[in-house]
């Protein structure tokens, strides 16, 4: 984790610029903002590189070397070519991504990206079986432990432990293999759809993440949590780490994907900010 002062300017742009506000002129007085300081910023992300874990069918991250050395003028320059899909590594599942009238990647609210979380931590019960499926009790569970509801407008981190097998594809995903018939042989944990439906019912929350390759556990096939989550605009953020580092609740998220027109999907760095 990385201890730092935060600068008002830069959170005010982060965790309050995202509401719209009007353009100021010289003559007017500028409007207040709240200063953060004292912060802990904690990564969620991974890099991207030729370890990064993508999804059996998706095309891999690569990276292209366009020039590093010193020019003939005297400097140093260097710079890449990247391509990648939308879905792999640390990245967010626009609603579109399961729902024809859903959000693209650019339209999604910065509200729903950035705000208040928590997380909900069922390792001890996917420790011995990467089929797990989180329940309405693994939901239930956490609020009597912590004594209350799943707080209105929350960003709701699910921490399976699978984060420690990365980015060891067996372990991880489950397999090695790629292409169409890999995707039989996925193993890992995820979000039931009962227990997604439980949350699009009862509690409002605005986003959530896991520390897996999926928010519908490795064995889907109808990826129906996805379907019930994404049709209600909730995005999802998947192949989440550090998520042991970060209490049960009372933290901050910043999830800012890359803004692609259209998107489905984008490679997505998200942190959370912890006091201290």
Known sequence: MLKQTILGAFLSLALIGCHQQTKTTEAETPVETQKLTDK????????????TVYWVTAKEFELDTVFAGDTDKGFYYS?????????????????????KTGQTVEEIPLEHL????????????????????????????WENQIGHQIPNGSIVLLQTGFAKYYPNKEKYLGTTER???????LHFPGLSPDAAQWLVDNRN????????????????????????????NIPAFENLT??????????????????????TGAPLRIIALLDN
């Open 114 to 141: 950035v705000g208040s979380a928590i997380k909900i931590d069922v390792s001890k019960n996917a420790k011995d079986n990467p089929d797990y499926l989180i329940t309405v009790e693994d939901l239930t569970n």
């Open 40 to 51: 802990t910023i904690v990564d969620l992300s991974y890099e991207y590189s030729k370890e």
């Open 205 to 232: 929350i605005k986003g959530i993440g896991i520390d897996t390759p999926s928010i519908d556990y490795g064995q889907s096939q109808w990826f129906k949590s996805h379907v019930i989550l994404l049709s209600k």
């Open 79 to 99: 710079a890449n070519n990247f391509s990648t899909a939308e879905h792999g590594g640390t990245h967010i599942d626009a609603p579109i991504h399961f729902s």
């Open 179 to 185: 292409g169409d018939h890999a995707i039989a042989l």
């Open 242 to 263: 550090n998520l042991n580092q970060l209490p049960n609740d009372g933290f901050e998220i910043i999830a800012l994907p890359m803004k692609i027109k259209g998107g």
